[in-house]
């Protein structure tokens, strides 16, 4: 049972507009959500969090939104650029002490901008 | 800035091998983890450690065991491999009290089993 849900697992978008990829979650227990990109035969990069008692987090042209009362995030590129085509995952923590915080991960959405 | 390094980019195995994939961090970190990450699926957790001889498996450990004798190391060993392992392994290191759970991954290791 999935508790982390990317429903597309891919998303084409022109270069210089907003792409929007989500996120939904079923888990209360999350105190943390993370985006992370990830190119072709490269390990993951972290893109940007945000705590589960904030509704946004900016940074530069990223932002991530969450709406809580719905359990849905979701990550804002403007404007998008070639070079953000990659796969993105997005990933809760389950909130807990030290050991037990672990990262649950959603399948990836994969974004093409054309130029 | 965080390093973590994977001794392989690539691998060819044949069935039945055993292989080991090595991964070192540069942070002192407590946490390493190895992931699996195949098309549709997803990053799937093969086991961790957040100290030094210490491991959990997570998600998928059968077929797979790991080492991690210094802090700064964590081997994955795969002890007869199978075919089904052809995969992307990715290697990460997190602080133990890191305040966002923020993982640094490795660039990976593509491993064909043939």
């Known amino acids: 049972d999935q508790q982390v849900k990317q429903n597309s697992p891919s998303l084409s978008v022109q270069e210089g507009r907003i792409s929007i990829l989500n996120c939904d979650y079923t888990n209360s227990m999350f105190d943390y959500f993370l985006w992370y990109k990830k190119y072709p035969a490269e390990g993951p990069t972290f893109l940007i969090s945000?705590?589960?008692i904030k509704d946004k987090n900016e940074d530069g042209r990223f932002t991530v939104f969450l709406n809580k009362s719905a359990k849905h995030l979701s990550l804002h590129i403007v404007p998008s650029q070639p070079g953000d085509s990659a796969v993105y995952f997005c990933?809760?923590?389950?909130?807990?002490?030290?050991?037990?915080?672990?990262?649950?991960w959603g399948l990836g959405t994969s974004l093409a901008v054309n130029p | 800035d965080v390093k973590v390094t994977q001794s392989s980019r690539y691998l060819v195995k044949r069935t039945g091998e055993k292989v080991f994939l090595e991964c070192v961090q540069d942070?002192?970190?407590?946490?390493m983890f190895w992931y699996r990450q195949d098309p549709g699926l997803g990053l799937r957790l093969i086991y961790f450690s957040y100290d030094v001889k210490m491991k959990e498996k997570g998600d998928i450990p059968e077929g797979y065991s790991v080492s991690r004798e210094k802090k700064e190391r964590f081997s994955l060993i795969l002890e007869s491999a199978s075919t089904n392992q052809t995969s992307m392994y990715l290697c990460a290191s997190s602080s133990w009290n890191s305040g966002t759970g923020i993982l640094f991954f490795g660039s990976g290791t593509q491993l064909s089993v043939l």
């Open positions: 942070m002192d970190h407590e946490n």
């Open positions: 990933a809760a923590r389950v909130e807990g002490a030290g050991n037990n915080r672990k990262l649950i």
């Open positions: 945000i705590s589960s």
